[in-house]
Every structure is written in structure tokens, then in C-alpha cells.
């Protein structure tokens, strides 16, 4: 499929949208699903966007940038893998496959960006001791335009230059390669549930870990539907754990309040 | 907590919404939120001491290094507000010394509050929703932003209202609502593992006439084996050392490849 220019333009200002949303206000732009989606909307085949995004989504389910750390840009690689998979038409797969190794590149702009902003924030330190208190407070908004641009350069580029050369990739794999792909497609989620694991106090909470996967893999209970159960143990276990509910069950709650305190 | 009793001045809503819309827009590696935190105070910068050398000091304070969860500076922001409207430029090094000293523990709780859980469970039902072909659960990332919106608002008045005694009373009860927030998340992490991973034994037994695949007999032990199987072997490799989230990609694309091309999984 060939792609149009407006479509370039709305995925470019959608990875500009996202990055400034992801760190500020927040509304999910620069989650993959939300970006798998958009990409389909906008390349008309919204089942492909949610499936690549989907899938990029699992992986980064533990990952978070805190403390300034870079992570993968698995919003870019879903708008990509997305583009990808609908202009090749080689499926779902093929584009969440191709959009981890974007989404790995594009650490390194991220790195670029923040560094950029050292600059500005050079420039904001000068203006102050000159005593341009408000003009400094530009400098602040200037941020943006590295951060943006960051996302919004590669996608750009990608899409203009990279879809014949997608294509000649794509012609030149050979089966047991994209087979083989695809096979690490289903089981690269599992890295993001791993990394989640490792985050959260597993061993204290190994009990609930048990009960979502019974419910799941012997009772066959969507994901939903575990979460309710999921839902009803945490509110117990927050009621269980109020100063009140310690003084209704008297003794018994000395036992379990080294529990608590972690 | 009742909001409606304090009255914010003109300038420290602004503050408020400078921070929400653009408090990490000038992230860097040198001060992080510094220069955020700079352009959300300095509405009250303005107003209190003007372009003075009395302001520029002040400036020059609250242009330092800062870093904490972005959705938690807010009871920061609040904090240093109060404080300034009441002691002027005499509260300058204390309101540097308890940005420093609030940061640190507000990020862990943040992290875990307002990106771990929220990134977890909205993530997960998200993700496997919409590998069903259902993009409805992006809604649930909206209403998030809103409710974050929410909370952020009445942190800030809670900031400026209690100022400092509120830290604590505060890490009691976040403490508990994550802990439960923990238990929510593990089981939805539980359901995850043989929802949306795919992986499944395709070796076959050949006897004489009789096949027998290594995937139904797993299935009677237990269904699901081979995703936990799988999770299991990334948590393990996660845990050793020199190991980071991208080798590990790595590994698991070139164990994807190899299972397949030798017929183990796929």
C-alpha cells in the first residue's frame, strides 16, 4: 500500500504529540496500544495498529523512566511496525517484531534529546544571574522542541524513505528467519511481566500471583475478569490492613503486622 | 481535607497548571526538573519580590537541581508556596532544603503510584484487549490522565494547606493504598501470563502408529506451562548480572528463532 502525505504529516505530529504527552499531561499518547491504534486509524486497518501495539505494550508493562533513565520508544515503534506491516502487508507480526529494534534505536535520541536540553538549561542559568528572570522561564518551553523533534525527525524519515527499503527487506528474509520471528513475537511479552515481577514484592504477594494465573490458564477467566478478583482481594486486603479492622480483630492481628510495615 | 476553605492566590494557580503542563518540558541531565520547577514558581518569584535582587537570589534557588515523580511535585510546589507567601526571601535555604529532603521519598511513592500500578493494570488489560482487536480499554488511559489531573489539584492544596507535618501522616496512607494497589496487580500479572503469551510445544512422539504430542500431555499437568515456563527463564535471566532489558530482548528473539527452527515451540 502506498502512503499518502497526510498520513505522514498526522503519524510525524502524533510522535511529537505523544512525547510532549508522556511527560507532562499524561493521557496515554505514548503508550504503544495508543499509538498502534492511531497509526491503524489513520492507515485504515485499525485490527493491525492494536495488535502490533498491543503486543509492544506487553513488553514495556514494568518499564518506567524513572529518574531520568531512557526506555524503549515503543510508541515511535508501534507507529512504525504499524505503518510497516500495513504498507508491506506482511501482518501483524511481522510489524511488532520490526518495531522492537526501533523501538531499541530510538534510546539513543532520547539520550540525544535530554542532553540538548542541558544546553537550554545553560542558557536559562545565564539569563537569570543577567536578571532576565521571565525570559528564562522561556527557555523552559524551549524544551520541547529537542524532546519533539527527537520523535518526530525519525518518523518523518522512516516514512518518506522507508518504505521501498522496508520492502526490499522484507522481500530478502528468508522463511525460517520470519517464521522464527514471529515464534519470538509470542513469547518477547513475557519480558514485560519478568521485568514487572522483579519491580513488585513478589514473594510477599506470591499468593495472588497463583490465583491470576489459575483463573486464566485452568478457568480460562479473561483478563478482565481476573482483575475484578483482583480488585475484590485488594479491597479486602486494605480493610484488613486500617487501624480499625487491628482493634476489632484483637489479638489476632499482632501476628500478622510485621506484614505491613515493608 | 477540605479543600474549599483555602483560598489560592491568582499566582499560585498559576504555578499549578505550569507545573501540569509543562513541568518536565525541559527535562536535562544536568538539573532535571530544575527548569520546570523554575517556570511553575515563578509566577510567586514575580509577584513577591519582582525583578529585585531579592528576586534573582530566589530565582537563582529554585532554578537548581529537582527531581521527583512529576505527578507528586505538586504537594512540593504547594509546600514552598506556603512557605514563601508567609517568610519571604528569609525561608530561601529552607525551602531549598525541603525540596531536597521531599524529593527523594515522594519519587519512590509516586513511581510506584502513578506509574508502576497504573502502567500494570490499565497496561495489561489494555494490551490484551486490544490483541483481541478491542481498542475500548484506551479509554481507560484517559480517564486516568483525568483522575491524575484530580489528585495532582488537591496535592498542591494539600501542600500549601499542611505545608510540612503532612509528609508523614501522607506516607502512612499512600504506603497502605499501594500495598493493596500490589495485591490488584500481582493478580492481574497472574492472569497475564498464559493470556497473552504464545507459546506451545509442538514436538511430536512418534511409535509405530501412534503419536503423541508433548503439548496435550502438558495441558493434563498443567495449562499454561509453557508461557510460565518462559517467564520463569526471563525473571532468571533478569536477575543475573550484566544483564539489562535489552540483551535480554535480544535473547528472547534469538530463543524464539532457534524454537522454532528446532521444532521445540513456537
Known sequence: MHIEWWQILLLTLYSGFAIYDGNNT???????????????????????????????????????????????????????????????????????????????LMIQLDVLARFCNTFIQHRAETLVSEQHLKRATYMNLMGIIPTSLSRMLPVFLALVFGSQFVQGV????????????????????????????????????????????????????????????GLAMALVAFNFDSPRAQVATGENSVNGDDMEDE | MNNEQIKLSPEMKKVFWRWYF????????????GLGYYYSIYPLIDNLYGASDEGARVAVSELQFFNTNNSMAPIILGVDGA????????????????????????????????????????????SYMALKGNPFALILW?????????????????????????INSLGDRLKK????????????????????ITAGFVYQFKN????????????????????????????????????????????????????YNLKVFA
Open chain 2, 177 to 196: 493504598i499501594t500495598s493493596a494497589a500490589n495485591v490488584l496487580g500481582m493478580t492481574v500479572i497472574g492472569a497475564l501470563i498464559p493470556s497473552v
Open chain 1, 26 to 104: 499524561t493521557f496515554g499518547a505514548v503508550k504503544p496500544t495508543m499509538a498502534g491504534f492511531f497509526a491503524g486509524l489513520i492507515l485504515g486497518d485499525v485490527q493491525t495498529g492494536l495488535i502490533v501495539g498491543g503486543t509492544l505494550n506487553l513488553l514495556v508493562l514494568g518499564v518506567g523512566n524513572f529518574g531520568g533513565s531512557s526506555m524503549p520508544d515503543y510508541m515511535t515503534g508501534a507507529l512504525l511496525g504499524t505503518a510497516f506491516a500495513v504498507m508491506s502487508g506482511k501482518g501483524a507480526e511481522f510489524g511488532a517484531t520490526l518495531a522492537v529494534p526501533i523501538g531499541l
Open chain 2, 83 to 126: 512557605i514563601q507567601e508567609s517568610q519571604g526571601e528569609s525561608s530561601k535555604d529552607a525551602v531549598a532544603s525541603l525540596k531536597t529532603g521531599m524529593m527523594g521519598p515522594l519519587a519512590g511513592i509516586g513511581d510506584t503510584l502513578f506509574a508502576v500500578i497504573p502502567n500494570t493494570i490499565i497496561g495489561s488489560i489494555a
Open chain 2, 22 to 33: 509543562f513541568g518536565q518540558a525541559g527535562w536535562n541531565y544536568e538539573k532535571m526538573q
Open chain 2, 208 to 259: 509405530g502408529g501412534v503419536k503423541i504430542s508433548i503439548q496435550s500431555l502438558a495441558d493434563q499437568i498443567m495449562p499454561g506451562l509453557a508461557p510460565a515456563l518462559v517467564v520463569l527463564f526471563t525473571y532468571w535471566l533478569l536477575g543475573r548480572k550484566h544483564m539489562n532489558s535489552t540483551r535480554v530482548t535480544l535473547i528472547l528473539i534469538l530463543v524464539g528463532i532457534l524454537a
Open chain 1, 170 to 229: 522484507v522481500d530478502s528474509l528468508p522463511m525460517w528467519l520470519m517464521n522464527g520471528l514471529k515464534t519470538a513475537g509470542g513469547i518477547l511479552p513475557a519480558l514485560g511481566i519478568a521485568i514487572l515481577l522483579r519491580y513488585l514484592p513478589v514473594q510477599k504477594n506470591m499468593a495472588f500471583l497463583l490465583v491470576g494465573f489459575f483463573l486464566a490458564a485452568f478457568l480460562k477467566v479473561p483478563v478482565i475478569g481476573a482483575a475484578m478478583i
Open chain 2, 142 to 166: 484517559i480517564a486516568f490522565g483525568f483522575l491524575r489531573l484530580a489528585v495532582m489539584r488537591s496535592f498542591f492544596f494539600m501542600g500549601y494547606k499542611e505545608g510540612v507535618k503532612l
